[in-house]
């Protein structure tokens, strides 16, 4: 009986670790990056991203980003919702979001269709939130050069696709999709399009046991020339529970031209 007790003690402490890890251990993280090819005037153009990504049910804290002052632009990488998420926490999450009064831009996720109370993409558009569903937008921002972000949906949350194909060597060009095994199967042509490629999905494996997981940890994968963020995720699929791997928000600033990007954080 005593050896049953202590097993199951440890087991519950285990749980709650995990769910702690999972529901309030979260950090943003920080990465600068520059692209010294594109040609700056006197003024140095650069461009603060706020990327999140497979929230799911998990409400976002105001402590999650409370120390971050500004940003240009927020882009919400797939997984928003699921079918376990109410509808006044989805439009809790999209206040908070909208914080800093930048653009956002959401591309689907494979658990976005699972929203119980309506289409996702007509509350999206509700509250501001464009849907980039296979569509190229160029993102202008103010005081700067601004870029083209392309959003890749396998899941076809809108039935047509309305990609302009900007192609355009001065313009930063960024991808958002929200698996990244999609984007490691496109042909090299298309691949080397971008210069920055931004993924989720994978959780970077949620629960690993010993270091293994049914996904590869995420984090920043490729080389300078064309950097690939895999986040492991805001919040988490199935269960609150999280072994090995963290909760995650990015502030990516990217610089065009060779001068030092300011201390972010």
């Known amino acids: 009986m005593f050896w049953f007790l202590l097993i199951l003690a440890g087991g519950l402490i285990m749980v709650g670790y995990m769910f702690a890890l999972a529901e309030w251990a979260d950090k943003t993280q920080v990465k600068n990056l520059s692209y010294n090819r594109f040609k700056?005037?006197?003024?140095?153009?650069?461009?603060?991203?706020?990327?999140?990504?497979?929230i799911h049910n998990r409400k976002v804290r105001e402590k999650s980003i409370e120390n971050i002052e500004q940003v240009d632009v927020v882009i919400i990488g797939g997984d928003l919702v699921d079918k376990r998420t109410p509808h006044q926490r989805l439009l809790d999450n999209l206040q908070l979001l909208r914080k800093w009064n930048a653009p956002i831009f959401f591309i689907?996720?494979?658990?976005?269709?699972?929203?119980?109370s309506g289409s996702i993409i007509d509350v999206l558009e509700n509250n501001g939130v464009k849907t980039l569903s296979n569509e190229d937008e160029y993102v202008k921002l103010k005081q700067n050069?601004?870029?083209?972000?392309?959003?890749?949906?396998?899941?076809?949350?809108?039935?047509?696709?309305?990609?302009?194909?900007?192609?355009?060597d001065d313009i930063l060009q960024i991808l958002c999709v929200h698996d990244p095994f999609v984007y490691q199967r496109m042909n090299q042509e298309d691949r080397e399009r971008f210069d920055l490629v931004l993924a989720g999905h994978t959780h970077g494996g949620q629960i690993r046991i010993f270091g293994l997981g049914p996904y590869e940890r995420g984090g920043w994968l490729n080389d300078e020339d064309q950097p690939l963020l895999v986040s492991e995720g805001y919040g988490t699929s199935l269960l609150p529970l999280r072994l090995g791997t963290r909760a995650e928000s990015h502030l990516i600033h990217l610089s065009l031209g060779e001068e030092k990007p300011e201390k972010l954080l």
């Open 40 to 54: 700056v005037k006197e003024s140095k153009p650069s461009i603060k991203i706020f990327f999140i990504s497979d």
């Open 108 to 116: 689907p996720g494979n658990n976005d269709h699972e929203l119980t």
């Open 145 to 168: 050069k601004g870029f083209v972000l392309s959003g890749l949906d396998p899941y076809f949350m809108k039935p047509n696709r309305k990609s302009a194909q900007i192609k355009d």
